[in-house]
């Protein structure tokens, strides 16, 4: 079987249409952002975040009477799952655990009769959540790093830039989806979804690894070859890869994503945007940054 | 086939090794699924017969991360204000108000309390060695002090909070410094929060309780055991069987020369708890595993009753390893009301003994304390005194004469760690570490099993979508990718077996993300295959030339992935390193069975069959 034969597109001469629509998505996302927000979870706002499942299904508007009463009226309150689970989250701070005692109290008294059991309960201190967030934001930043120097030294400076421009054009757009999405599915920013982010950034890089692989074994054989043919050559030639392998992944993604279960969504979603974004990327910023790179300077982009 | 012998060996040994380690798991699984189909005295009588076999297969088996196990994870961190609160002399107004402006100050910023205060205090032009130290010192010295204490402080907060657990009794506890000044607690399968907030948090008990003759100890042994004896031992497990069956850990048949059934019948608690007069005078050791089969019998009624009022047995906090190779824990009998209460202590040091170059411990008391002491100690000499921290001995020297300053000298530690941690119990009566949750998780056990079904679930069918495309897209070649992906599978779970590596949420979606890159290195060795192929190049060329290629592709993605893997794994906690762990054991499974153990299966093909292989 094959999904496509010897093809013979040419990518590189449409990049600067690519430039402006990702632009635009990224600008989309910031604007998201902006107005929106992002619904940042407890690991990193710190606070109380409880999950209960109920016997019988119960509101959200009952929830929230129960928890105003209890005085956390400022607490948001969603299902989790399913009608009989509810999330409750606070960003409040008391002493010990009095936070989920007292909304443990108000939902058996809200609900007697309809006994529910706790099927997790985070508490997060102010100090904790301020810290897994810095150290969030510099796992981000390190792997970027990292990521530049490896392929500085396996490739060139210049295709380590490109690489690492297009991982942080992944991570934008990702950020960007999850805050639009956030309220359609249930997202939010937690310690699975920095995996998820860091994890796309390590398959994303592994498209453009594969590109740039052939474009050194290429450059090899057509010594002369201009740049901008040379990638188009080795984008083809790699194409049929890239679409079966991304294609895989992507399958992969959307079974855990439909059966992977409420935990694991936020980290599914996340890597199902970056699959896509990832291979995009590949092409049309990892590699066109370099063409533009040595189109503009004197470097040749020899690989070899 | 001579020329790959070697590498198929190769190849079958490690399936055999992977094999080998995931035995326990599949076992402890078995063993499992048939207890949970027993009830009541039938599940007793199978736990009976089969603890060792669980006890052992439990231990080695794929440990599994609380987010699907369920349990509680803590983090604690000591609470340097209190500390310096506590550690204050002559407070006044001006330090009441002082620590107040301190404690709001903290809350928003990164500076040290200790740092905060000294500048508060400067402001003032009040001197710290108002508070602190002694009248010379300068606030330099007295900064570094405080510093120090509160770095003291989280080694003795970590003791104390290891012996509470320890003696909690529950199955594979975790106990672990993080950092310099904090500490995590993970455990499995508990979900009573309260009990074990105060059970983190309570301040520390220090007593001196003076061990029973050991004339009166082995008396009242003898009597427990006949008592036990009338009764008969069946009976425990009948009144004990729920607490039986929480239990993890198992108890052992005894050995050696009691191994008779009738000898255990005649004497079921002498039979476990061992007592020896010449070499462990008044004490008695258990063995590890009878640990908690003592500890049942002694909290029965029956034997409550044959107990003087004024006796209770202490077990030892740690594990002593005899001359047998087994671990025992020794049992004392002592006196229930303590002589004398830590807080006297005022002082305590590790160090060696320039006489006989031994390891001991000094230790100092306030005047109150030492005239007790004196007298105490002048009251028992030649009778033992041991050191107990919550309710966990520690230490039970002897008293060799009358000390009359407080100032005593603790012998007979085997090494520094030993003195050392007597020193950190003994602090711990008198200076308090006081210790604060800063993060508190639990996950209950049906959020587990919801997550485990999903997560095999998926697995399940992101494994069989993805066979079935390779199949199709690459035919004879894809199934022996496939092959190969199940083996990336195996490896995987067992290396994680091996190392005793968590699985976690996150980590089984570590593992479906396993097979998009075993996967992927397939792919890429395929498709230069097909393209050799295209050039009009054989068979045999062909996959040599594709697997040659293929290889710098492959070896530069996986290892950016691997980078990505390691710094996820120095960041991350708990669920989000069992991600980082699955990923970067799956990347070196998946080049093994994808790379080396595919191209051999090629070679022998082509070359030793002389078959050809379709890519599809």
Known sequence: MRLLGKTNIDFMSRRRLWYAVSLSVIVLGLISLYIKGIDLGTDFLGGTELIAKFQQPVTIGDVRTAMEQAGYGNSEIKTFGSDTDILIRTSEQREGSMVSDQMRAALTAKFPGNRYVVLREDKIGPKIGAELRRDAVLAVIASLIAIWIYLWFRFKFVYGFGAVTALFHDVMVTLGMVSIFDGVLNLQIDQNMIAAFLTLVGTSVNDTVVIFDRMRENQRIFKTMPLEQLMNKSLNETLSRTIITNGTIFAVLLVLLIFGGEVNRGFAFAMTVGSIVGTYSSVYIASALVLEWVNRGTSKGQLT | ?616
């Open chain 2, 1 to 616: 086939m001579g020329k790959y012998r070697i590498q198929i060996i190769f190849v079958l040994a490690a399936i055999a090794l992977a094999l080998y380690f995931l035995y326990p798991t599949y076992r402890d699984y078995e063993l499992h699924k048939e207890l949970v189909a027993l009830h009541g005295e039938d599940s007793l009588a199978f736990l009976e017969q089969n603890e060792t076999a669980i006890r052992e297969n439990r231990q080695k088996r794929i440990k599994l991360g609380l987010d699907l196990q369920g349990g509680m994870r803590v983090v604690l961190e000591v609470n340097v204000l209190r500390l310096i609160e506590d550690l204050a002399k002559n407070k006044d107004d001006a330090f009441a108000q002082v620590l107040k402006e301190v404690r709001e100050e903290a809350r928003h910023s990164d500076e040290s309390p200790v740092l905060i205060m000294r500048r508060k205090f400067e402001e003032r032009q009040i001197r710290l060695s108002r508070y602190y130290g002694s009248l010379r010192d300068d606030n330099d010295k007295i900064a570094s002090i405080l510093e120090d204490e509160a770095k003291k402080a989280i080694d003795r907060g970590m003791e104390i909070v290891r012996n509470r657990v320890d003696q909690y009794g529950v199955s594979e506890p975790n106990v672990q410094k993080l950092g310099g000044s904090r500490i995590i607690v993970e455990l499995p399968g508990v979900s009573k929060e309260a009990e074990v907030r105060q059970l983190l948090q309570g301040t520390a008990l220090l007593e001196f309780k003076l061990l029973k003759d050991p004339e009166v100890a082995y008396r009242v042994m003898e009597a427990i055991d006949k008592a036990l004896a009338a009764t008969g031992v069946v009976d425990t497990a009948d009144t004990a069987a729920q607490d039986l069956l929480a239990d993890t850990t198992k108890v052992a048949t005894p050995e050696g020369e009691m191994t008779p059934a009738e000898l255990v019948k005649k004497h079921p608690f002498l039979s476990i708890a061992i007592v020896n007069p010449q070499q462990f005078p008044g004490e008695a050791v258990v063995l590890e595993e009878n640990r908690d089969k003592v500890r049942r019998l002694l909290e029965r009624d029956d034997v409550k009753r044959v107990m003087p009022a004024d006796m209770q047995f202490l077990w030892s906090a740690k594990a002593r390893i005899f001359g047998d190779g087994r671990r025992y824990f020794v049992l004392y009998p002592v006196k229930s009301t303590p002589e004398l209460t830590g807080g006297v202590i005022t002082h305590a040091q590790h160090s060696v003994d320039p006489n006989y170059n031994q390891w001991i411990v000094t230790m100092e008391m306030n005047s109150e304390g030492a005239k007790d002491w004196a007298r105490i100690t002048g009251a028992n000499i030649n009778k033992r005194i041991a050191i107990v921290l919550d309710d966990a001995v520690f230490s039970a020297p002897v008293v060799r004469g009358k000390i009359p300053s407080g100032n005593s000298q603790i012998e007979g530690m085997e090494n520094q760690d030993e003195a050392r941690l007597l020193e950190i119990v003994l602090k711990a009566g008198a200076l308090p570490a006081p210790v604060e949750i800063i993060e508190q998780r639990s996950v209950g056990p049906s959020l587990g099993e919801d997550s485990i079904r999903a997560g095999l679930i998926s697995s399940a069918v992101a494994t069989v979508m993805t066979l079935l495309f390779m199949f199709l897209y690459y035919r004879a070649g894809g199934t022996i990718a496939n092959l190969a992906l199940i083996l990336c599978l195996l490896f995987l779970l067992a290396v994680l077996a091996a190392f005793q590596g968590t699985l976690t949420l996150p980590g089984i979606a570590g593992v479906i993300l396993t097979l998009a890159v075993a996967v992927d290195a397939n792919v890429l060795i395929y498709e230069r295959i097909r393209e050799e192929l295209a050039t009009g190049k054989t068979l045999r060329a062909s996959i040599d030339a594709g697997y040659k290629k293929a290889w710098s592709a492959i070896l530069d993605s996986n290892l950016t992935t691997m980078i990505t893997g390691i710094i996820l794994y120095q960041f991350g906690t708990g669920p989000v390193q069992g991600f980082a762990l699955t990923l970067m054991i799956g990347i070196g499974a998946s080049m093994f069975s994808a790379i080396f153990v595919t191209h051999i299966v090629f070679n022998v093909i082509t070359d030793v069959y002389n078959r050809t292989i379709s890519f599809g």
